[in-house]
């Protein structure tokens, strides 16, 4: 368990639950299979996601096993996006582990992401009614097709600013978005409280995913684990770079459309990306997200999970940017 | 629309009204996506799945409008699988038409089956019972995991019938039975019925892929459009193959130990299980579960698509073995 929930100790005790529930949902008859889900399960990721569906869940009546059975599912669905995404990236690591696609193969790396993306549904089936489980696979769709127009949009130095917006809406704020609606849904939250953690998600995850682009080009391997200039490297054009091209400099984009791009190309884009104040810029919208959260927070009803929201998204987002 | 149903127009009328259907779910801001579908969704596939939900639910009360939403389901996922196996398998063609993974990258066919599955739990999440949600993320899962089975015992010469069984009865015949009870149980047909349909579809469906798994041995590629020895070269050892390997014949294990399989060895491969009665007791198995399939079917009621079933399951599985 992230030592982030030791200060929390009741969502602490639920998130144990649910890593028990999905060790429990990874059973199978091939013990290669069991593992290797096994494995992902108990990879010390975060778990914010699960944790926000505690958290809404508490502003209704908190039933714990269905709460628990709604949060692997986000859980289980992040892991399935995760897999996939190392067999797109050829990721080695994935959290200082070796991804699955490199210690068993880019063909099983598929077919256990498919294989979650079941599991998801099948947990969901036996617990969520049956609008939630159309909220889910909306929500699950709109994350297939963020994640589908950054691969359609890499290495296009026309890219806008609004489909920047549209993908990572997609691919990070979505499920953010419906971790904390779900929770809050389906324990019997009115409509107007339910779509207003819907849009607390979304804010949250708008700014998480543009703090995390722009760290691709702070280099902060130490604290974050990420690599400079990745992003770059393999065409995807995040906000910073973005605003960068907003002037149309053509020394930026030479270097751009270069054929490939060197280790001393990726350094320049970084440094005139910095100069055409695209990190600037960044970090200013994502400012604007993080209050509009804030705002969308503080509306909350009372509620000792309020607070503890705050405690989170500030931690979440207060990261060195 | 496939030839074979211009025989059946009522069935026929039904089989456009699902690929309307598709195409209307296939509709996406993103064109690349939305054509990249419908070129799928119009490849001409044969549609067997789809057309046994519709003959099953002429057992029951018929609702078009459910039975074509369950039938695109059906449909859908299958297609989805079929991207991923593409993916899997590194195929340039399918159907005589190039593939999503040769046409648009790997990645790009990796998350178009994401896509898939997601946009199959959103039309079932629109249409059917919660019942139903899960009996279909079940079969499901169970489909995955006998695509990882079969991936798991890959190159494996103590592969057992056993083996071979559950991962044919996980890859296909699930799927078989998924649409044929489907379209039972939501049609309101009783559980004893419905029940009869999944076993149809359970023999019809492991018939079916032990007949197309011997037609890798004796070479159709003109009639089926089947490579010789394709599963051989790729490891995927099937019911030929491990009926001939029961008796431990040393020189059949030498060939398939070897490091590389050249096609002289793929040649040789393929004659020795002909001449260790291979291909004779595979088919005298598919004779088995075809025969299974034809008791049932005759025990189910008096209904005028009890008649069509037969003729379809007949075509299907009475390919040149």
């Not at 889910?136 to 949009?153: F, H, P, T, V, W």
């Not at 979505?174 to 019997?188: D, K, P, Q, R």
């Not at 280790?263 to 993080?290: M, P, R, S």
């Not at 927070?297 to 000792?304: E, M, R, T």
Request: glycine residues 4%.
């Amino acid at each position: 368990m992230h030592i982030i929930w030791n200060r929390y100790p009741d969502i602490k005790l639920e998130l144990e639950a649910i890593i028990d529930l999905m060790d429990e949902n990874a059973k199978c008859k091939d013990k290669i299979i069991e593992n290797s889900i096994k494995e992902l399960v108990h990879a010390n990721g975060k778990m914010i996601r699960p944790a926000f569906t505690i958290i809404a869940a508490h502003f209704g009546d908190y039933e714990s096993e269905k709460v628990r059975a709604l949060s692997a599912v986000v859980e289980l669905f992040h892991m399935a996006t995760l897999v996939h995404d190392d067999v797109i990236d050829d990721a080695k690591l994935r959290r200082g582990r070796e991804t699955i696609q490199s210690k068993y193969g880019k063909e099983y790396a598929v077919y256990i992401g498919d294989y979650l993306f079941c599991i998801c549904f099948k947990i969901l089936a036996q617990t969520a009614s049956l609008q939630s489980i159309q909220m889910d696979s909306r929500a699950m769709s709109r994350i297939c097709l963020g994640e589908i127009e950054q691969l359609n949009s890499r290495f296009d130095t026309d890219v806008s600013l609004k489909n920047y917006l549209r993908r990572i809406a997609g691919k990070t704020a979505e499920l953010f978005s419906l971790s904390l609606y779900i929770g809050a849904a389906e324990s019997g939250c009115n409509m107007r409280l339910s779509k207003r953690f819907h849009r607390i998600g979304h804010h949250v995850g708008m700014a998480f995913q543009i703090i995390d682009d722009i760290l691709d080009y702070k280099g902060d391997e130490k604290t974050v684990g990420k690599d400079q200039g990745k992003d770059i490297r393999e065409g995807v054009y995040n906000l910073p770079l973005i605003y960068a091209l907003e002037k149309k400099p053509q020394d930026l984009i030479n270097l751009l459309e270069k054929e490939a791009y060197e280790d001393a190309d990726v350094e320049q884009i970084i440094q005139l990306v910095k100069n055409y104040e695209g990190i600037e810029k960044a970090q200013n919208l994502a400012k604007k997200y993080t209050d509009k959260a804030y705002k969308e927070i503080h509306k909350l009803p009372d509620n000792p999970y309020k607070e503890i929201l705050l405690e989170i998204v500030t931690m979440l987002l207060e990261r060195s940017y």
